[in-house]
Structures are given as C-alpha cells and as structure tokens.
C-alpha cells in the first residue's frame, strides 16, 4: 500500500509543511552570459533579437517536451536527438556549427517521438514518445565512422488498449537513466499514474512489466526518473494532493519494492506540470519545477533540492508580474559539479497585446547558492522561443554549457553558458 497523501490533521495545507524547507522568494541573477546562432565555437557576442537559429527543424518547437533532455557532450562535441515528420535525426555542433548526421538519418527514419537522451563516450540511448508508442532506441560508437550508429532494432512498447500500455489518459513524456549497476529505467505517465520500467540486462532487449510507483494523479501530471549513488528516483507532480512528490527504489531491493513518498512541497497551488532534474556527481538531486500559484507578485518556479542525506529544501524564484510570466524551467550542472545552471521561458506582454518570449538564465555556485541575482537573457528571437534543453550528466570542468530552445515554426536556437562570480 502507498502512503495516503493527505494530512491526517486539521492543519491546512501549507507550501513545504512536511519537511523544514527553506524557501526563498526573490529571483537569481548572473554577472555574465553569452548567446550564439551557428557561430564559432568559443566565439563572442551576446543573444540578441533576431538570433539566427542553429538549426532548421519541421516540428513545432522539437527541444519540448519539459522533462526530457536532449542535448549531450561526447568525444569533444556536443550532440543532439531532435524530431522530425519522419523519424529523428543526430546533429553534431563542430567549430562551423550544427550539421546533420547523414547516415544516422537514413537508420532513424521511422522512429518518430519526442526523445529524452541518456549518454557516455560510446552509448547513446533514447526512449522516444509517439502518438502510439514508446520506442527506446540504442546508438553505439562507431571508431572507423568516427560517429555513432544504430546498435540493433529499437524496444517497441504499444500505446493501444489492451497492449502492454493502456492507453487510457495516454503518456504525455517519458525519461530515461542507467543506474550504477548498468540497469536501465524508463519512466512515464499514464492512466493518471506514474509508471516505471527496467530493463532485464545489459543490453536493454529485454525489459520488465510496468511498476506503479505513484497513488493516482491528474491526467495532465507527470514524472523524470533519476540514478542516484545507490539508486534511483521518481519525481512527479500531482495535481490531487496539490504536491510535488518523491519516491526512491534502492538497487538492493526487489524492483517492485520501492520506499515510502517524500512530500518535497505541498499546497495550495503548487502543483504543475513542469518539471526538470539534474543529480551531481556527491547525489545531491536539483529538480526545477513550475509552480502552480499563478498570481501577480508570486513567485512561478522553485529549485528543490535533495541532499545526500536524504532532507529536501526549497527556493522559489521567478517572480511574476503585470507583463511577465516565466515557466519550462530546466536545470543542468557544470564544472565537475560546482556549478549550476537554470533556464527557464520568460513571456512578455506587449502594449499593443501581442506577446514576446525569450530564454533566461541563472547561474550560481553549488557551494554558496547565491538566490539574488537577477535573471540573464539567454536565448532571443523574432519569433517566440520555447522549450528550453540541456545536458542530463554533470558536464567536466573547461566545457562551456550548451542550452538549445525552439519556436513554432520549428526553428532552433542555441545559446552558451558561461559564468563569472
């Protein structure tokens, strides 16, 4: 049985009750930050309106959805998995920018979905989110091609009533991490429910059956799974209890057994659907979400923090105002782990009552988290920008951040992270 979710006093349900959270209201700043098109790698100048895009994309907004990463550094290069009409492409960024890998197109025709990307030096693997099913497909360094290629045929998990995936509320996103055994997990929403999968061996040919892991939600609510030193995580919103919720599985115990929910932050309006992690190299577990409070003079994001030692604490920041509101956090470490990285889309009501959005970005110290800087434009277009992405592992001390973000008409758009103290 799941831990019932409710207060069991008369207390009223307060923002951070059940644990004693820090929580900070105010918005996070940055001294320095740099933006750039297809540029020179390394090379100067800050975003500016009417950034040129990366790379020319044929989905709406293909870095979305909110949860998921799809951006990775490997062999000196970044790389990233993006959708297309028909299927997914590779796109490796060199010193003249993005180009598209020419054969890994031809394999990964037909694998159509939205991907969350789990990387190292010679293995890529992706769980893809189609209409009609989850795929998880499995790339491999390939030394004489000096690039990756397709390592056999993808895991195909059918989104169709009666198939292993019912597809009742449908899932709307899905994510993927390796745990320090080698063990491979998925996890998703559906049928108001959070959901995971692992895999049987190495490979990831063969996987277990579905494991609930949550009480039921909302049917807009939704998961990231994380590996953590000695096991893995599940965070999710839930729109029901008004909380966002946490529940870990040791690599010790049987997969279905699964320990007791962290009540990370509870009501009222906190609860919403955007949500984004990143673990350091010590466990320490940062999780970016969205908050639910809405309201001029609130704030709209909040970092939640998970230490080692298993006690969580809170900061919101982003505060909203007449003409802005911020939302799609994303968060990503660098610099072996010391520093941390947030972005987030920031929409800004104009006086003639059209709209404008750009990408922001906050960068501060692990050690010393500084919560009172303002916030840095990162990403700008002519067209409103969305979806920010980044890395899923710590990135090594030297290596620049890369944040890719989208616009409607399938435009993307880059923009490099550097920060001074």
């Known amino acids: 049985m799941l831990k019932n979710l409710r207060p069991t006093s008369n207390e009223p349900l307060t923002m951070f009750s059940r644990r004693p959270l820090l929580f900070v209201a105010g918005m996070f700043a940055l001294a320095l930050c740099t933006g750039c098109g297809s540029g020179e790698e390394g090379g100067p100048g800050s975003a500016q309106q009417g950034q040129a895009p990366a790379i020319r994309g044929e989905i ?23 959708p297309t009409v028909s299927g997914s492409r590779i796109w490796q960024r060199s010193q003249a920018g993005w180009a598209l890998d020419k054969t890994l197109e031809r394999q990964l025709t037909g694998f159509t979905g939205r991907a969350d990307v789990w990387a190292d030096e010679e293995t890529v693997r992706a769980v893809l989110v189609a209409k009609d099913r989850l795929l998880i497909v499995s790339l491999k360094w390939n030394a004489s091609e000096n690039s990756y290629r397709l390592d056999g045929e993808p895991t195909i998990w059918p989104l169709e009533n009666g198939g292993p995936l019912e597809n009742r509320s449908g899932v709307e996103t899905a994510t993927i991490t390796r745990d320090v055994l080698g063990k491979w997990w998925v996890a998703y929403d559906r049928d108001r429910s959070m959901w995971v999968r692992h895999s049987l061996d190495d490979s990831a040919r063969q996987w277990s059956e579905p494991i609930a892991v949550s009480e039921p939600a909302d049917t807009k609510d939704f998961c990231t799974i994380v590996a953590l030193p000695n096991s893995v995580g599940v965070f999710w919103s839930d729109h029901v209890a008004d909380a966002f919720l946490f529940r870990r ?46 309201r001029i003079g609130e704030p709209q994001l909040a970092l ?14 982003g505060q909203r105002t007449a003409t802005v509101e911020r939302s799609r956090p994303v968060v990503f470490l660098s610099d072996d782990s010391r520093r941390l990285h947030l972005c987030h889309s920031v929409y800004i009501d104009q006086t003639d009552k059209s709209r404008t959005s750009h990408i922001a970005w906050i960068s501060t110290d692990v050690e010393s988290l500084d919560l009172q800087r303002p916030e840095v434009r990162l990403i700008e277009s002519t067209l409103p920008v969305n979806s920010p992405t980044g890395a899923k592992p710590p990135l090594s001390n030297g290596v620049v951040p890369l944040v890719l973000a989208s616009d409607g008409e399938g435009n993307v758009y880059e923009g490099r992270c550097r920060a001074t103290d």
């Open 249 to 294: 599985h040791l690599n010790s115990n049987a997969s279905d057994e699964w320990e007791e929910i962290d009540v990370v932050a509870e009501g009222p309006d906190i609860a919403d659907d955007h949500l984004n992690a990143a673990v350091a190299d010590d466990g320490t577990l940062f999780v970016a979400t969205k908050l639910g409070i809405d």
């Open 60 to 82: 709406s907004n293909p870095t979305a959805d909110k949860p998921q990463s799809k951006l990775w550094y490997a062999r000196n290069r970044w790389w990233a998995w993006l």
């Open 304 to 317: 939640h923090i998970r230490r080692p030692d298993g006690n969580w604490e809170s900061h919101s920041y």
